[in-house]
């Protein structure tokens, strides 16, 4: 496995600004949701890959009860802060430091006797562009300072503790996906997961001389994207009430049809029961190397999210269309929340450099910005790289 170019900035922002060596250096990835959006929150299937970008963390043990962070990516002052574990929690809900201070807290609430620590974050995982570069971070911090304390936790605890992170310190109330993602992925794999029992199974992806995934960024986040997700959420859970189930998981076309549901609860209940659907067929479709299937089944969730969902917005409308048109793809979608992010398209390998040139002219011609896109390949989730 070669390093990551972030673990080589983690290791020198920890040496040049807070003056120590690393004990301990550990990365983890990004992910791309392939297939299963707005299903994680229904108890339903997602299955996404990790990526080969990754947040790498080196850190140093102290024996004061000290955590000193630098965030190398950030710019000085402001990428630097230092907290006491003992104290009472510090306010960091919407900052840097949540994604850092709150898997360490968690972490350091597991140790034995007082620890501290001198922690530096890098990444290579584009922020806020729907490649959770947050799991990443939250992971990276936490397989460190696990290791470096000799804390014992098993792979699924380990994602739960970071998501608990993200929940209490950064005030974001995501699903596990990301976070399992960062740590179960392997390379070559796809990872099928089940969001009722967290269960998570790996399917072969073809080779990458047979089909490839194209990740491309719209480069618009927009600003309504969290309060339409919760008032998804919210739409959800009321459809599941009014049928008088648990979760959108337990229900069929024919008790959506028969319910008293409104026009947008049916619309709802409908996109995640048939994108359960579609994850079954796309997981089935990869493994029998069915790429036509499979891509069919992606371009279907797309329609679904624009249509039924309605969590699509024209950037990622135009840059699925596009690559819909390129000969050798087999299928496009938006992948994340949506309102902005990214797309992922599955394709031929020799078609990736006119589907990136189609990308890119198409996102400057209709919207005017220019469109980052680049291969993603399944990868292995988090490590350590160096433990002294
Ligand atoms: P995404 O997970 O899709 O990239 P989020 O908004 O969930 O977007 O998370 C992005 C946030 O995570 C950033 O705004 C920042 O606070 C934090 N973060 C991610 N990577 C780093 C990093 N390398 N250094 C500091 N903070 C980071
Ligand atoms: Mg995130």
């Known amino acids: 496995m070669t390093n ?25 990835p990004g992910r791309v949701n392939l297939i299963g959006e707005h299903t994680d929150y229904n108890d339903g299937l997602v ?63 597991r140790a034995s006797g007082r620890v501290g620590a001198d922690v530096a974050i890098a990444s290579d995982v584009p922020m806020g562009s729907g490649l959770s570069s947050s799991a990443a971070a939250e992971v990276a911090v936490a397989t460190a300072l696990l290791a470096m304390w000799r804390v014992r936790l098993s792979p699924l ?10 929940h209490e310190f950064a005030g974001v109330p995501c699903g596990l996906m990301d976070q399992l993602a960062s740590v179960f992925g392997r390379e070559g794999f796809a990872m099928l997961i089940d969001c009722r029992e967290n269960l998570v199974e790996h399917v072969p992806l073809p080779a990458a001389s047979e089909a490839v995934f194209v990740v491309a960024d719209s480069g618009v986040r927009h600003s309504l994207a969290a309060g339409e997700y919760a008032a998804r959420r919210a739409m959800c859970a009321a459809a599941a ?18 319910s008293a549901l409104t026009r947008e609860q049916r619309d709802c209940a409908l996109h995640v029961v048939r994108e359960n659907d579609r994850v079954r067929a796309f997981a089935s479709a990869m493994r029998a190397g069915d790429l036509r299937c499979a891509g069919a089944q992606m371009s279907e969730s797309h329609a679904s999210l624009r249509d039924l969902y309605r969590v699509s917005c024209g950037e990622l409308d135009t840059l699925v269309c596009a690559a ?32 990136l040139v189609a990308l890119d002219t198409a996102l400057r011609g209709a919207h005017g910005n220019p469109c980052r896109a680049f291969v993603a390949k399944p990868a ?8 002294r």
């Open 241 to 258: 009430g009014a049928m008088s189930i648990r979760s959108l998981r337990d229900a069929c076309e024919g008790l959506i049809e028969r």
């Open 47 to 109: 299955m996404p890959i990790a990526i080969a970008r990754c947040c790498a963390v080196a850190a140093a043990p102290r024996d004061d009860g000290l955590i000193r962070i630098v965030a190398a990516d950030l710019p000085a002052p402001g990428n630097t802060s230092e907290y006491e574990f003992s104290a009472p929690p510090p306010d960091v809900r919407g900052r840097w430091q949540a994604y850092v201070f709150g898997p360490a807290a968690l972490c350091a609430a």
């Open 324 to 355: 819909e048109a390129v000969p050798g793809v087999f299928g496009s979608r938006m992948t994340g929340g949506g309102f902005g992010g990214c797309t992922v398209t599955l394709c031929e390998p020799d078609s990736v450099a006119a589907l």
């Open 157 to 166: 605890g380990l994602a739960q503790l970071c998501q608990r992170a993200e």
């Open 380 to 387: 292995s989730g988090a490590h350590l790289l160096v433990q």
């Open 4 to 28: 990551p170019p972030a673990a080589d900035r983690a290791r020198l922002a920890l040496g040049r600004v807070l003056g120590v060596r690393p004990a301990v250096v550990a990365a983890a």
